[in-house]
Structure formats: structure tokens, C-alpha cells
Nanobody
Framework: QVQLVESGGGLVQPGGSLRLSCAAS????????MGWYRQAPGKQRELVAAITSDSSTNYADSVKGRFTISRDNAKNTVYLQMNSLKPEDTAVYYCNAGVIPAPLPSRFLELWGQGTLVTVSS
């Protein structure tokens, strides 16, 4: 069974940094786009950053210049480096990925991680 497992959330002071990781586990043929979303209390889930299989990236305007998404295809892992964190970054962060399981033939799956809480507060 293919799944996404996240790690790296926690409590950080404003201006601080955190690094989130999300690893896809199981029998995998390929992974296409990977991304990070977040959902703050009382708000809808929103895209934070996304990265394609050839490492093209896209960011929400609110995090440009502060967050960096990257991936290690050999490890089936995506990262989100978050710098200069603000209280408004407080949310549950979810990993998302498009996966084709092995062995072929198989069906394309859109997977979500369980979520990891990031709290930015003094």
C-alpha cells in the first residue's frame, strides 16, 4: 500500500524556520507532481507550493521568497523549507502527490499525507 508520511512540524517563534518532509512509501513506479497544502482553523485548504517531476516549482504569493520546495526523487521525498515564519503561517500542512504504484499496470493515485501542525507563536 502506497502512502505519504510527513514529519517536521512543531512550534516555532515568529521569524524562525522549520523544514517539513514527506516520504512516499510502498511499491512505486513513478511520482509526478508533489506539493504542500495548508489549512488554518476556519479556512479552506490552500496550495502552498508544488514541484513537478522535473523540479519546476510554483508558490503561493504569501510564501514566495520565504518558503522553498524541493524533492529527492531517489528517496521519493518532498521537502518544504520554511523561513521567516509568521503567525499567519500557522496551519496544518498536508503533503500531496500523484503516484503510479508498481507493478504495472496500475491506476494513478492522488495521495494525501496525514497532516502536520505548524504553530508560529511567541
Amino acid at each position: 500500500q502506497v502512502q505519504l508520511v510527513e514529519s517536521g512540524g512543531g512550534l516555532v517563534q515568529p521569524g524562525g524556520s522549520l523544514r517539513l518532509s514527506c516520504a512516499a512509501s510502498g511499491s512505486i513506479f513513478s511520482i509526478s507532481a508533489m506539493g504542500w497544502y495548508r489549512q488554518a482553523p476556519g479556512k479552506q485548504r490552500e496550495l502552498v507550493a508544488a514541484i513537478t517531476s522535473d523540479s519546476s516549482t510554483n508558490y503561493a504569493d504569501s510564501v514566495k521568497g520565504r518558503f522553498t520546495i524541493s524533492r529527492d526523487n531517489a528517496k521519493n521525498t518532498v521537502y518544504l523549507q520554511m523561513n521567516s515564519l509568521k503567525p499567519e503561517d500557522t496551519a496544518v500542512y498536508y503533503c500531496n502527490a500523484g503516484v503510479i504504484p508498481a507493478p504495472l499496470p496500475s491506476r494513478f493515485l492522488e495521495l494525501w499525507g496525514q497532516g502536520t501542525l505548524v504553530t508560529v507563536s511567541s
